[in-house]
């Protein structure tokens, strides 16, 4: 069972640039979800889904797009990156956010030169 | 505001010693704490969820309370590993529209032999 994974683990972008990270789920949960997580900083949701078709911003949206047209994946795309999206890029999926854990993808590094 | 403080920090301990980490919240309404456990150059781990009406719960060697009234958490780790290394985070879901889990910034654990 692999659970969530994410591509690529490690990825140089040049400002202006853009890419799109990939992230899949087998365990058939509606919901996920893009977090940041930088130096001295607690997770920070970027966009989550609730199911196919259905996607919202979080708490620091602005530079990602998101769609969700399969349960199964969820790609993060960066539109016009810059040095300030340097950061550590978590995938997660949940059965049902309010009650069941979310179970998270190992990360896509990504530095923006 | 909706906050998740974690103490300490960091914590360097003996390989077989106990050690007990600190989470506080001011996050309203609840609706469950988790802890996770994050390996370096991984994605956190779940290792519980626990709702307003239970106050301890326990996974292995790690055993997490709940304090509803003051607002206080804790994770105890017993008889540790060099394996329980790591980052745990606290994280806090509020019962609301959409999704609201609100994250600690870790502390960070050093078992050494």
């Known amino acids: 069972n692999a659970g969530v994974t994410q591509t690529p683990k490690f990825q140089v972008l040049k400002t202006g640039q853009s890419m799109t990270l990939q992230c899949a789920q087998d365990?058939?949960?509606?919901?996920m979800s893009w977090y940041r997580q930088d130096p001295g900083m607690g997770l920070r949701l970027i966009h989550y889904?609730?199911?196919?078709?259905?996607?919202d911003q979080g708490e620091v949206p602005n530079g990602y797009n998101v769609s969700r047209s399969t349960t199964e994946d969820f790609p993060l795309r960066l539109l016009s990156a810059a040095p300030s999206q340097t950061s550590v890029y978590f995938c997660?999926?949940?059965?049902?956010?309010?009650?069941?854990?979310?179970?998270f993808g190992n990360g896509t590094r990504l530095t923006v030169t | 505001k909706n906050q998740v403080e974690q103490s300490p920090q960091s914590l360097i301990i003996l390989e077989g010693k106990n050690c007990t980490l600190q989470c506080n919240y001011t996050v309203s309404p609840f609706s469950n704490l988790r802890w996770y456990k994050q390996d370096t150059g991984r994605g956190p781990v779940s290792l519980t969820i626990?709702?307003?009406?239970?106050n301890t719960k326990s996974n292995g060697r790690y055993t997490a309370t709940l304090d509803a009234d003051t607002k206080q958490s804790s994770l105890h780790i017993t008889a540790s590993q060099l394996s329980d290394s790591a980052s745990y985070i606290c994280v806090v879901s509020a019962r609301q529209a959409g999704t609201a889990l609100i994250f600690g910034k870790g502390t960070t654990l050093s078992v050494s032999s």
């Open positions: 889904s609730v199911g196919a078709g259905i996607t």
């Open positions: 997660a999926s949940s059965y049902s956010v309010p009650n069941s854990p979310l179970h």
């Open positions: 626990m709702t307003f009406s239970e």
């Open positions: 365990m058939n949960h509606e919901y």
